[in-house]
């Protein structure tokens, strides 16, 4: 019943409040609830019981679960009662895994061996433990999986590797594991996942490869992957996508390809029809053609932050029909996705969704300084013509000054001005507005007042000191000499102002557009074109002036 910018804004502006129910990202939310998994024993100080088996530094929970963390274990005590059915042994000391190692406990399903020392897994290291479900070896020392270490292991579910570090997976290593359905191989040390490498694991859903250096998919990687649908390769080193890379994941509902080294992902989503997530963020994407989501029709969260480009093209998320939530870095680029109910981030800290000025207090301080500016300087401006001063050369520059000045009020009722008629629906006007030649202009008028301002004072300050020091100097300062300074500092802002205008292909064509004011103040992105230009004005001119003053 409203424009999107009021929508998911935290005030109910339909009669039900239909626009502010479901703004939460529930892909999201599920990713991160799959991410971040809780132990399975996390609740064990709750069901712990009277136990059967007594051991130095071991308890128990209900049923047969034994927990033995941090007790200095090297192998497990051979009194272990065989129909346990969970096994916590995290923070021992164990070394060279062999299947020797576990007696035969036919019950067993959980078994967690975190930050245990553990080098090495030999051949069908868990083949006594036949009803294996879930086993958690993170944190260890392993650095190999040799072919057939988990041949027996076949109901086996949830197998976590991860802050291991793991160089090499033999070709057959994952042979057996036909139930397995989440593989955790995060923050290992993994350069490439060749072909054939999983193909033992058909009814994979959830595989975590994040923080590997892995840096080229191979083509057929996933190929035998139907049901899979979490990948996550965050914060390796992935340089380019093919087409084929993600073939066979017919299933595949999140992927997650946040801080790579990808510039291009033209034509890499032709195979992911079913895909409801994808996670760009932090990669070096400059360019995206027009079609290059268009595979992806039930896409429902995209994330764009922290990429090259600046720019996006309403065509290009034409095609995403089902999109509720998408995030860029800058909230401008949301005027490239008006048809998205969500778009992150939803101002600048200055703009809203809704609004140039989005605080009231700021649009009411806009007036008025722009009021007192306009009519404060043009009262000196005509004093001071109209009066004869006694000190033509000292009022000569007050009349400079309020003229940079009255700059600066008509720069500011520029941008109420445009404030009040984009009031309410702001970003449907943000993209061909900062576009414009009224935002150049403004930009423009903005920096040649504020430069104007400032060698003015200094050239004031100049004057001041001169006349003080040296009071009886036969060398009086003239009004041409006035002149001749001020017409330098005039032609030096100007050219100061205009030198980002007259370079485009440098200082790119938004230097003055890139916020929804005008301002060319880049300092807080080093991204962003001609930054440098931009501190050196505002940051090392202003304050090298400031500490003359």
Known sequence: CVRREFICDSRNDCPDASDEKGCGDMNLKKFIEDYFQKRPDEDREKKSGKCDWVHPGCRCSEGQAFFCENTGLRSLPATIPHNATNLDISGNSFSALQKSDFPLMPQLTVLVMSSSGVVSLGEDVFGNLPKLKKVYLQGNRIRAIAADTFVSSKNLQILYLSHNPIESIAPEAFRGLTALETLDLKSCSLDEVHEGLLKHTTNLTHLWLDENE??????????????????????????????????????????????????????????????????????????????????????????????????????????????????????????????VRVCEPRGDGISSLAHLLDSVVLRIAVWVVALVACLGNLLVLVGRLVLREPNAVHSFYIKNLALADLI??????????????????????????????????????????????????????????????????????????????????????????????????????????????????????????????????????????????
Not at 468 to 488: H, N
């Open 214 to 339: 892995i840096e080229v998919l191979r083509p057929g990687a996933f190929a035998s992957h139907k049901r899979l649908q979490v990948l996550s390769l965050p914060k390796n080193k992935i340089m380019r996508l093919a087409a084929n890379d993600f073939i066979g994941l017919t299933s595949l509902r999140t992927l997650n390809l946040a801080y790579n080294k990808i510039a291009d992902v033209s034509g890499a989503f032709s195979k992911l029809g079913s895909l409801r997530t994808l996670d760009l963020e932090g990669n070096r994407i400059d360019d995206m053609p027009d079609d290059t989501f268009s595979p992806l029709a039930n896409i429902e969260s995209l994330n764009l932050r922290n990429n090259v480009f600046r720019t996006a093209s309403p065509a290009l998320f034409e095609p995403l029909r089902n999109i509720t939530h998408i995030y860029f870095s800058e909230f401008s680029l949301c005027s490239s996705a008006l048809h």
């Open 408 to 549: 600066m009020g008509v720069y500011l009722f520029v941008i109420a001005s445009h404030d009040v008629m984009f009031r309410g629906e702001y970003i449907r006007h943000d993209f061909r507005w900062r576009r414009s030649v009224g935002c150049s202009v403004s930009g423009f008028l903005s920096t040649v007042s504020s430069e104007a301002s400032v060698f003015t004072l200094t050239v004031i300050t100049v004057d001041r000191f001169v006349s003080i020091m040296y009071p009886l100097s036969l060398k009086r300062r003239t009004f041409r000499f006035a002149w001749l300074c001020m017409l330098s500092v005039w032609l030096v802002t100007l050219l100061l102002a205009a030198v980002p205008m007259m370079r485009p292909d440098y200082y790119g064509e938004e230097f003055y557009g890139s916020n929804g004011v005008c301002l060319p103040l880049h300092i807080h992105d080093p991204d962003s074109r001609g930054w440098e230009y931009s501190a050196f004005v505002f940051c090392v001119v202003n304050s090298i002036a400031f500490a003359f003053i």
